[in-house]
């Protein structure tokens, strides 16, 4: 199964009454290998104007309790959770059950640090006295406390989009509370969303107002948050290169202190050969992966809690003396630059703390703060409190100190067990690699992949095969090349703090704009934290010129992706709204469209949420006749993780009755699955059309009876009537006014909310119009479906300047034509579909 492959989705669909054409921009949102519209249409259930005059008089006409169901429940397949984030209902066995599974996704990376940074720390800095020794472990334990127990699982976790972790998701989050995207794709239908959740600034708190009217305000400063949420993935992808190849050489490079002849290209090939067999499985999964994981890591955590407590007890206790962090000071008095080189290895200790937040949409927040604060964190301490202690008394073993410190007749055992545990290191880093790169196709950041769903239960749990594979190459590479832990620990440096940083900018923002967390409170935050992170930054970035490159190379490399992908997007999108066929035309022509109308439902697929997209035209000009029945179908992405599904389509009519066409919008969040076959899709489509011409006609007779209040419009939802014939209670909504903000925005489609009327308003049988158009519709279904797709070329206009032109026209361009087609994203038979060609000039 994949994501990708499939058009629409279940759910429910909201359906409205009598709507006309009108003008609008919008905004075109490219999710899980879809080119989707981004701007919701214009219906708003505007609850707060029931107070107006009038309004009363109607809610009390209208009392009912409506019928509700799902008409379009494609999605569900068994998920669980589809409607929310599972965390909130998971029992007590359950989370006990994740946790443990997290030992095998989330804390593998963090968990073999032990095997390389005192390795690391002290080829900066010689062993000369017992502050040394102390004074490094100090650091490690204060760095552990303070960055990932403290930062990580106390605060960081918090912030999450109702269960997704991560920089997009975090961008996400900010999107949901200021219009900070590069395109304006909010409408207030969006918020009507049950997982929006919104909690805007009050009046009162003047702080979070004048943050949110500043970001909405200056265009560069949300080009410079997009460029930060990109650089942070950027990095995120770069750990994901990096982990598999420090963890894994570290753990094989046991082998050449016990076995003769064993050199370092012997470490480098059997390190590769484990690298292959690693990506080779992530195929299967990372439930299956984690499954078979975690058991083997919680045997490493005993391992290092285990040998620890020997090595403590055997050799020297007195290492405990390191919780006094007086000793960080003497330790840099006592080396000064040196100390401060150090840090760069110190650092490594944290490596993997981004992963419990970035793959927290694969677990749920209590499992990952049970596994680290009751197994991870004791054993880490335990594990580096051990070394120091054997340290103390052998400090010339300091370049091979974790496997010396092991005793001899558990050597080979601990290094079986080491090398899994480096496996599962590299599957933190590989997990959370695929989950930003999915939320960034689902922000329109990143080119459309193929994305396959692992698990049926849990819908965070996904594998990208290219992804995967590019980065086996990559660590393959990097391998080969370095052939040293050292280096590869420089390079590591930087990528993993560099997204710490801005994990921490962006948290900040959530805690003034979102939380509205007390002023000093908030700024205490990135104080605190972001001036360690800066100066372990300031330490790491001395280390460019010895392997520090790499993450900054592979960084611009994606940001570059990412942005370019993002800025032809929006170009692409602004250059339709301009090209859209305006409503005279569309009357000029009539209802038969100025061709011939043969029967059949053709569903154009178009980014356009309001107005008449281009392409149209260009099928009205190849094609000698035009289906009876037209139905523009737009998906939409908006920053939630999941829309419930009977909050996922909005339905309208476009242009008069007797053109027979109509608008379809289908909202997803970036973590909805959008399964099914078209012959699923189809028959549930017809279904919600034919209860949308219904309730329209029901909506025209109650307009009728209300003619003495001057009612401009009325809107009627669909979401109460549905196909499966299930009941349930639900307050009813009454019909609103025209909204009159978007007649002063510039448009003229009517502003319409849900209301359900009773079925004894008007039957079919007394309205020949409603009979003849649904009799119209089912000799359309007979004709069968055709799918209206636009194969788009997208060129940069000749005044252009250079650089823009270089950008679109090859760039642009490349990625575009080695992303998944549209054509390929769907289960339709290539029979059933028809693509024209154009070029757009942006």
Not at 28 to 46: I, N
Request: hydrophobic letters at 45%; charged letters at 20%; a neutral charge.
């Amino acid at each position: 199964m994949e994501e990708g492959d499939r058009i629409e989705e279940s759910s429910s669909v909201r359906l409205t009454g009598r709507t006309y054409s009108g003008g609008g921009v919008g905004e075109s949102r490219w999710v899980d290998g879809s080119e989707v519209d981004s701007e919701s249409p214009p219906w708003s259930l505007l609850d707060e104007n029931e107070g107006k005059e009038g309004y009363g008089s109607l809610r009390r006409r209208l009392v009912k309790k409506p019928k509700r169901v799902d008409s379009f429940d494609v999605e569900a397949m068994e998920i669980a959770g589809a409607h929310g984030h599972r965390s909130k209902d998971l029992s007590t066995w359950r989370t006990l059950a994740l946790a443990f599974q997290t030992l095998g996704v989330v804390y593998g990376d963090m968990g073999t640090s032990p095997l390389y940074v005192f390795s690391d720390v002290f080829s900066k800095v010689n062993i000369e006295s017992d502050v040394d020794i102390l004074g490094a472990l100090s650091l490690v334990m204060y760095t552990i406390a303070l960055v990932p127990l403290a930062k990580y699982v106390f605060v960081v976790l918090q912030a999450n989009d109702n269960g997704e972790g991560g920089t997009f998701a975090l961008y996400s989050l900010i999107c949901r509370y200021a219009k900070v995207n590069m395109l304006p794709n909010r409408q207030p239908a969006d918020e009507q969303i049950s997982s929006f959740k919104l909690k805007l600034p009050t009046p009162e708190l003047e702080r979070a107002l004048n943050i949110k009217e500043t970001l909405e305000r200056r265009s560069s400063l949300k080009t410079l948050l997009l460029l930060l949420v990109l650089m942070g993935t950027s990095m995120v992808i770069g750990d994901g290169i990096l982990t598999p190849a420090i963890s894994v050489m570290s753990a094989v490079s046991g082998l050449q202190g016990e076995i003769k002849g064993f050199n370092t290209t012997a470490v480098v090939v059997v390190s590769i050969v484990i690298l292959v067999a690693l990506f080779s499985i992530q195929r299967f999964g990372t439930s299956k992966v984690g499954v078979m994981f975690a058991p083997a890591l919680a045997l490493w955590f005993f391992s290092l809690g285990s040998i620890g407590i020997y090595n403590l007890v055997k050799h020297d206790i007195t290492v405990i003396k390191a919780f006094n962090p007086a000793y960080i000071y003497f330790f840099f008095k006592k080396n000064s630059r040196d100390a401060w080189s150090a840090l760069g290895g110190c650092v490594l200790c944290i490596t993997g703390a981004e992963a419990m937040f970035a793959d927290l949409g694969h677990f749920s927040v209590r499992a990952i703060q049970i596994a680290f604060t009751f197994v991870v964190f004791p054993c880490l301490l335990l594990a580096y409190m051990g070394q120091a202690a054997y340290l103390m008394r052998y400090p010339d073993s300091s370049g091979r100190i974790f496997y010396d410190s092991v005793p001899d007749s558990l050597f080979w055992p601990v290094f079986v067990v080491a090398t899994i545990a480096a496996m599962i290191a590299s599957q933190a880093m590989i997990s959370a690699t695929f989950s930003c790169v999915k939320q960034s196709m689902a922000l329109g950041c990143f080119p459309r992949l193929k994305i396959i769903h692992t698990s049926r239960r849990l819908m965070g749990q996904i594998y990208i095969p290219v992804i995967n594979w590019f980065l086996m190459i990559m660590c393959v590479v990097v391998v080969s090349i370095f052939r040293s832990t050292t280096d590869i620990a420089n390079a590591y440096g930087i990528a993993e703090v560099g997204v710490m940083m801005v994990t921490t900018s962006l948290v900040t923002l959530v805690m003034l704009l979102i939380w509205q967390t007390n002023l000093f409170m908030a700024l205490c935050f990135p104080l605190v934290f972001g001036s360690i992170e800066l100066i372990y930054f300031s330490a790491v970035l001395s280390k460019v010129l010895e392997g520090g490159w790499l993450p900054l190379v592979f960084a611009a490399f994606f940001l570059t992706v990412m942005y370019i992908w993002n800025y032809g997007s929006v170009l692409k999108y602004q250059s339709e709204v301009r090209e859209k066929i305006s409503m005279d035309f569309m009357h000029e022509l009539g209802s038969t469209l100025g061709t011939v109308r043969v029967p059949g439902i053709g569903l154009l697929y178009n980014e356009l949420v309001h107005g008449i997209p281009s392409i149209f035209g260009q099928f009205l000009l190849s094609l000698p006749a035009i289906h009876s029945t037209i139905v523009f179908v737009c998906i939409k992405y908006v920053p939630v993780p999941v829309v419930p599904q009977e909050e996922r389509f909005l339905f309208r009519r476009v242009c008069p009755k007797d053109y027979h066409m109509f608008r379809c919008i289908a909202r997803y969040g970036y973590k909805d699955i959008r399964k099914e076959d078209h012959h699923a899709f189809e028959q549930l489509l017809v279904q919600s059309l034919e209860n949308f011409l219904r309730k329209e006609a029901q909506d025209l007779a109650l307009e009728s009876t209300l003619t003495e209040m001057d009612i401009d419009s009325v809107s009627v939802s669909s979401r109460d009537y549905g196909t499966q014939g299930t009941y349930g209670n639900e307050e009813l909504k009454i019909p609103l006014m025209h909204d009159r903000r978007l007649e002063e925005a510039g448009t003229s489609t009517s502003e319409e909310a849900s209301a359900a009327l009773p079925s004894s308003v008007m039957s079919s049988d007394e309205d020949p119009s409603l009979e003849y158009e649904l009799s119209a519709l089912r000799e359309a279904i007979d004709s069968g479906f055709t799918y209206f797709l636009a194969h788009g070329d997208v060129r940069a206009k000749k005044n252009s300047v250079f650089l823009k032109k270089l950008v679109i026209n090859y760039f642009y361009a490349f990625l575009r034509r080695n992303c998944r087609a549209g054509a390929a994203n769907m289960s339709v038979p290539h029979m059933n579909i028809l693509q024209v060609g154009m070029t757009y000039m942006v």
